[in-house]
């Protein structure tokens, strides 16, 4: 009899694990790869140490392009598993001429339950905006540990599981309301990689995805030395770890009392436009960091650049209607598709406006407009309107009776491959983003932007910047390499 009991326990054991529900085992399968359950479970700190590079989201040669990255010294991430914080240092180094300059940059990136915070060089600590800190909340998960760990409690709600290619994979509904897809191999049942779904201002829905690669042995767990972090397309992580402490001194990451006692930041600040007439029909609306300029036609207005975000967008063309409520603005010039310089130009669509642009970026905003932003509903999502747009290949001339407006496209240029600028022969103005910023500490971009000065015989009294105040054309002079003159 006893034998025959211990038999029929055995048999309900066992079927009781073959008959684990799909989703339920393949969180079982990776949990027992990595290490087993029970040291899963154990875990309170991981520090990692490494090596890599960040890419330049949004801020590359074109659109598509890739080329432009940060490397990564001193890269040094510590996550305390059980208490949802994080922090990553590290000291990146552009491989490409950036607008700040060369020298490396010290950072310090933090999460602490939902408070994100960036701690400068000199040990002053700041709030990032919300969006920011559920972004590092998520990238806490972004390790096969955290999200297996996760994943195995009994409050997350596992769904959907499913077999592609050589992954199964799951989603995690986590107790703290995010959201994951975690895929293992279907041999080795490591994990792959997981996924988070966020938003972005200029891209919309995106998912950010960090595969797991180079598995090796750190006290008694399977960890990645390789890990590959993507936001939609594009790569903005790649570490490779050359040292792992799994419940060494993780340090202290508490966030600092600046950040947890500043307020909430849930979106840009207000908007502030102000409103300069600089010639007869042309309008500097400045106010905060990036600028546009209004344009006066006979018949119509036009803005060059409606920069950000929605509440800058739409801040700018009201100010526009308010100037001249009588004509119609109907068009915006974008000077280039740096996403700080383009996330208005859905608020631009939204509000009917035709988009003039370099013909390198024709297909990237018309994938812009197309794309679904349902997790933060924008001007466009909310009153959609199809993309109106014309675009420049080396040069574009606006001219009725009462103005003429020359776009160029800036060729050459180390800061992007897409760049337009407008001048005004008659008023002698140059309109520029980004090539020469008056005030800035460094202006790397100005030898370039004086060759194609020169290539068209401009003549400028004046240089009307989209970040910066006004400056005469000799202090643009002053800014130019002597070399380059
Ligand atoms: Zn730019």
Sequence with gaps: MKTSWLAIFAAATLSACAQAPPEQQIVNDAADALGGRVRVQAVRTIVMEGTGTNGNLGQDMTPDATGQA???AHYKRAIDVAGGRMRIEQTRTPTFTYFQGQPPQAQVLGIDGSVGYNVAPNGTATRVANAAANDRRADVYHHPLTIV???????????NPRTHDKERIVDAALANGLKFTLAIDIATKLPTRVVSMTDNLNLGDVAIETTFADYQDVNGLKLPAHLTTKTDRWTTADITVSKQLVDGDAGDLAA????????PITGPPPAVVSAQEIAKGVWFLAGQSHHSVLVEFADHLTLIETPQHDTRALAVIAKAKELRPDKPLTTVVNTHHHFDHSGGIRAAVSEGLTVITQKANAAFYQDAISRSHSIVLDALAKNPKPLKIETVDEEMVLKDGAMTVNLYRITGSP???TLLMAYFPKERLL???DVFSPGSAVNPYTANLLENIKRHDLKIDRIVPIHGAIAPYAEFLKAVPAAAK
């Design 431 to 433: 309109v520029e983003a």
């Design 256 to 263: 600092p009392q600046a950040a947890t006692s500043a307020a």
């Design 70 to 72: 940060f490397t990564l």
């Design 149 to 159: 760990r996760a994943a195995m409690d009994a409050a997350t709600i596992l769904s």
């Design 415 to 417: 800061h992007a491959d």
